[in-house]
C-alpha cells in the first residue's frame, strides 16, 4: 500500500463512513425517542401518506363512536318520557274502566274521575313539552328527521323521527266520562292511544338496538385499522436497539480506522530520518 499525504483514500473513506453512521444513529435515536419509524416524509414518503390517511379515519370513527352515544343518550330520554307517557295511560284505562260501571252513575262521581282524566292530559301536555336533549324537545312532534352521523363516511348517517305524543295526537282530548257508553267509549281510546305510544316508543327501541351493533361494527373498525397504522407508523424497539447498536459499533470502528491511518503521517515523516 502506498504511502501518501495529499490522497489518502483509506482515511477519506473511513471519515466519510463516519459520516454515515453518525446520520444513522441521529436518525436511529430520533425514532427511539418518538416511538414512530415515519416522523418526516424523508423517512417513508408513500408510508407517511398512507399513514396520515390511516389517522384521518381513525379521528372520523372515534368521533362516530361519540356521536353514537350521544344519540343513544337521546333516544334513552324520548324513551323515558315514553315510559311515563304509558304509566299515565295504564292509569287512564283504570279510570275509564271504572267509569263504564253502572255503580258510579252520580254526577259527583264521575266528575271526580273526569278531573283525574284530565290532570293526567295536562300532565302527558306537559311531559311532552319539557323532554328534550340538548334544547331539541323529543315528544311533541317537532323532532322530525333529524340526521345523526354515525361514521366516518358522510354516507353513514342515520336519520331519526319521533311522532306527537301530546293529549290532542293520542285523541285523548276527546274522552268524556259523563255516562257509562261515553266512558267505555274513552276505554277504546286510551287503548289506542297505548298502542300508538307502544309505536313510537318500539321505534325508538330497534333504533337503540341498532346502534348497539353500530357502536361494535365501529370499534371494531377502529381497533384494525389502529393496528394498520401501528405496522406503518409505530418504531419496533427491538429491531431499532439492535441497529442503534451496530451503528454505534460501525462509528466506534471506522474511528479506529481513520485513527488508524491518520498515523499514516508520522510514518512519513520518519523516512527523512
Do not use: C, W
Not at 398512507?50 to 362516530?64: D, H, M, R, V
Not at 317537532?142 to 331519526?160: M, R, Y
Not at 298502542?195 to 371494531?220: C, D, F, H, I, P
Amino acid at each position: 500500500m502506498s504511502n501518501s499525504i495529499q490522497t489518502d483514500i483509506s482515511a477519506m473513506n473511513a471519515s466519510r463512513n463516519i459520516k454515515i453512521h453518525q446520520k444513522n444513529i441521529q436518525s436511529n435515536m430520533e425514532k427511539l425517542s418518538s416511538g414512530y419509524k415515519i416522523n418526516t416524509a424523508a423517512d417513508d414518503a408513500a408510508g407517511l401518506a398512507i399513514s396520515e390517511k390511516l389517522k384521518g379515519e381513525l379521528t372520523g370513527l372515534e368521533q362516530a363512536q361519540l356521536n353514537v352515544q350521544d344519540t343513544v343518550s337521546l333516544l334513552q330520554t324520548a324513551e323515558g318520557g315514553m315510559g311515563s307517557i304509558h304509566n299515565m295511560l295504564n292509569r287512564m284505562v283504570e279510570l275509564t274502566t271504572k267509569a263504564s260501571n253502572g255503580v258510579y252513575d252520580t254526577t259527583v262521581d264521575r266528575a271526580a274521575i273526569q278531573d283525574e282524566i284530565n290532570s293526567i292530559i295536562s300532565e302527558i301536555n306537559r311531559v311532552t313539552k319539557s323532554i328534550n336533549f340538548n334544547n331539541k324537545t323529543l315528544l311533541d312532534g317537532s323532532f322530525k328527521d333529524v340526521n345523526f352521523q354515525i361514521g366516518a363516511d358522510e354516507k353513514d348517517v342515520l336519520t331519526v323521527t319521533i311522532g306527537s305524543l301530546d293529549a290532542a295526537a293520542l285523541g285523548l282530548d276527546k274522552i268524556d266520562v259523563s255516562s257509562p257508553e261515553k266512558a267505555q267509549e274513552a276505554m277504546q281510546i286510551v287503548k289506542d292511544a297505548i298502542n300508538q305510544v307502544s309505536r313510537e316508543r318500539s321505534k325508538v327501541g330497534a333504533t337503540q338496538n341498532r346502534l348497539e351493533y353500530t357502536m361494535a361494527n365501529l370499534e371494531e373498525t377502529y381497533l384494525n385499522l389502529s393496528e394498520a397504522n401501528s405496522r406503518i407508523r409505530d418504531v419496533d424497539y427491538a429491531k431499532m436497539m439492535m441497529e442503534y447498536t451496530k451503528n454505534q459499533l460501525l462509528e466506534q470502528v471506522s474511528t479506529t480506522i481513520l485513527t488508524h491511518r491518520m498515523s499514516n503521517a508520522q510514518n512519513i515523516l520518519q523516512l527523512f530520518y
